[in-house]
């Protein structure tokens, strides 16, 4: 089979191109999640076109050479000269491969990773990271010398099954030992607190642990900069990105918890970041949190049905809340990287 990589940058909604890249991803995602709708291409288009001005997004096809079909996409995920974090991560890079089931095994994966490593070296970076969760790209990570780094998988709660006395319970108890604390809802955080909310966003996000081994680092901490465009991008997108805090009786802020809703796919809610610092610990506040998190997602969005949020498999303390709550695991996720300083990946 003969095939040809092109870098690939969308001219525009009605770009062709764009729309066989979508297919492409909507297929694998069909793949791993066959019993899931599929959401609406232009939604996808949206979320393609509408980037974070800290973020840059550079993307390959690949293509038969004979029909001009597309096989296979590549992109890569990295903070950019824009971001204020950019030069303590600028050796790092996220990146994805699929290819098309029924055309794997034919070198596309290998030559579409071929082109990541030569763009990625010519900006420096020395890491990329990845996940993957079927036969072939396990095959493919070891094949190219990639390290795992840790197992993460996606749970999903179904709001029918969820017992709400117990969480009104945690609620309950929570309060009683944290007493004067007190949980604040922001679709947008305020210039009050955002300089110290972005350090506890950072250091509980850092605290998971996918990234305890070394291999799989964390490029999703952010600053107040940072996260004002990301409240803009969302509210363009039409989407829902809603944050609850807990605030000490010092004004200090000690933890918090996230979910995005996007109106086209309104069934589903992605639960993100949970966490509460260190010091503040022992009290219940994930708990709590957790809680009434879910009690909004019932009064603000009723026509949810499922709520999927992503753990490490050694992340015991959250694992435990989740299972209570009747989170169910879904799917298992591995995260990976690959090193650009060893022998060349993609065996060029």
């Known amino acids: 089979m003969e095939f040809e990589i092109i870098e690939f940058t969308p001219a525009g909604f009605d770009d062709p191109l764009l729309e066989e890249y979508i297919k492409i991803g909507l297929a694998s995602d069909q793949e791993i999640y066959p ?17 974070h001005p800290h973020y840059s997004n550079p993307r390959w096809l690949a293509l038969e ?3 001009g079909k597309v096989l296979g996409i590549a992109y890569m995920e ?13 050796h790092v890079s996220f990146f994805d491969i699929k290819v098309l089931k029924g055309y794997r095994r034919n070198g596309i994966g290998t030559k579409l990773l071929q082109e990541l490593t030569v763009y990625s070296q010519k900006i420096g970076k020395k890491k990329l990271m990845g996940e993957f969760c079927i036969d072939s790209g396990k095959q493919f990570t070891e094949k190219h ?11 999903r709660l179904y709001i029918k099954d969820i017992n709400w006395e117990l969480v009104h319970s945690w609620i309950s108890e929570a309060k009683g030992k944290a007493q004067d604390v007190t949980i604040e809802t922001y679709t947008v955080i305020p210039d009050s607190i955002l300089k110290e909310f972005c350090e506890l966003y950072t250091e509980t ?9 070394g291999d799989f680092e964390s490029i999703w901490g952010t600053n107040p900069q940072e996260r004002r465009e990301s ?13 609850m805090v807990s605030h000490e009786p ?3 802020l000690s933890g918090l918890t996230e979910i995005y809703f996007d109106p086209s796919i309104p069934y589903f809610i ?16 994930g708990k709590w949190l957790k809680a009434e998190m879910l009690l909004y997602i019932k009064e603000h969005f009723p026509q949810a049905e499922c709520i999927a949020t992503g753990n490490s498999h050694r992340n015991a303390p959250m694992l435990s809340i989740n299972h209570r709550l009747g989170f169910k695991k879904y799917i298992t996720w591995y995260l990976f990287s690959i090193n650009l300083n060893e022998p060349n990946p993609g065996n060029k």
């Open 145 to 155: 010398k990639g390290r795992i780094g840790s197992e993460h998988g996606e749970n």
């Open 250 to 252: 010092d004004g200090h």
């Open 35 to 51: 019993t899931d709708p599929v959401p609406p291409i232009e939604r996808i288009k949206s979320d393609i076109l509408k980037q």
């Open 65 to 67: 050479k004979d029909s």
């Open 205 to 213: 996000e850092a605290q998971a642990p996918d990234y305890d081994s």
């Open 231 to 243: 409240e803009k991008l969302i509210k363009e997108k039409g989407k829902s990105w809603i944050t």
């Open 78 to 90: 990295y903070k950019n000269e824009n971001s204020p974090e950019y030069a303590d991560e600028a």
């Open 270 to 285: 992605y639960q993100d970041l949970t966490g509460v610092r260190e010091q503040y610990r022992g009290r219940n506040l």
